[in-house]
């Protein structure tokens, strides 16, 4: 994705986020059906706090973890939505104003790296958690830029599913998995876990289960925000569902 379509995608997904929260029949202590354990001031908190970490690590060039009781908790009650509001007009401000390639910290095993990892970042994490506050209040999810949930998928398989792939390497997943977006050119994953291979690949191929959809709809299975029903699927659902059992974020 380029710079300004994510930052685009960020400011717009953030915005979404705070209209979900703030509008609908579910309070602050709404449970979350696609977070379980959290309610709505929870998962307000958890995505204030990652804007307000976030903007702290770029603004002071951080090549180090910020300390958490660096940062402000979120308050109580209803003044919670007025918080996230400032981290969020703060962290966009931030990000729109940095040097893509100036190195910072990051959680992953390559820090420091560019400050678009951040960008990249909170567009998919603004992205799922503006779908499960539009889930909590019962609203259908709105579709955000297809470019973007394909970037969703990948960055998915890049960062978060390598958590997952020793125990689906020890259980197995019961065949491969091909994933296609039907609405962005060249959207395509293909999950084959094996001792010795590379897992992920983005090449086109025959697999134990097809699952095709939009951008916007792989993007909410791979999260499990979307059931596998929901999509279309050819061949072995078991291998579909199966992933879906180990692969919890």
């Known amino acids: 994705m380029d710079r300004s379509t994510t930052l685009d995608s960020v400011d717009l997904e953030s915005s979404r986020f705070l209209l979900a929260i703030s509008n609908?029949?579910?309070?602050?202590d709404t449970p979350v059906p696609t977070c379980p354990g959290w309610d709505v001031a929870q998962l307000?908190?958890?995505?204030?706090?990652i804007y307000s970490r976030v903007a702290l690590?770029?603004?002071?060039?951080?090549?180090?973890?910020?300390?958490?009781?660096?940062?402000?908790?979120?308050?109580?009650?209803?003044?919670r939505l007025g918080w996230f509001a400032e981290q969020r007009t703060a962290m966009l401000a931030t990000l729109e104003s940095a040097d893509d390639d100036t190195l910072v910290w990051n959680?992953?095993?390559?820090?420091?790296?560019p400050t678009s990892f951040w960008a990249r970042r909170m567009a998919?994490?603004?992205?799922?958690?503006?779908?499960?506050?539009?889930l909590t209040q019962g609203f259908d999810p709105t579709p955000g830029y297809p470019e973007v949930a394909?970037?969703?998928?990948?960055e998915f398989f890049e960062l978060f599913?390598?958590?997952?792939?020793?125990?689906?390497?020890?259980?197995?997943l019961g065949g491969s998995m091909y994933l296609h977006a039907t609405d962005v050119s060249g959207a395509e994953w293909t999950l084959d876990p094996r001792p010795g291979g590379s897992s992920v690949t983005r090449e086109h191929t025959k697999a134990a289960v097809v699952l095709r959809g939009s951008a916007f709809d792989l993007a909410r299975w791979t999260w499990g925000r979307l059931p596998t029903e929901q999509l279309e699927v050819f061949g072995d659902r078991q291998?579909?569902?199966?992933?879906?059992?180990?692969?919890r974020v």
């Open 24 to 28: 609908g029949a579910a309070s602050l």
């Open 44 to 49: 307000v908190s958890h995505l204030g706090f």
């Open 57 to 79: 690590i770029v603004t002071a060039r951080r090549i180090e973890a910020p300390d958490r009781d660096e940062l402000l908790a979120a308050p109580d009650g209803e003044a």
């Open 107 to 113: 959680w992953t095993e390559t820090s420091p790296g």
């Open 124 to 134: 998919h994490e603004t992205l799922i958690h503006r779908v499960d506050a539009e």
């Open 150 to 154: 394909a970037d969703t998928v990948t």
């Open 161 to 172: 599913y390598p958590r997952f792939e020793t125990e689906l390497l020890a259980t197995g």
């Open 239 to 247: 291998v579909a569902k199966r992933f879906q059992e180990v692969v």
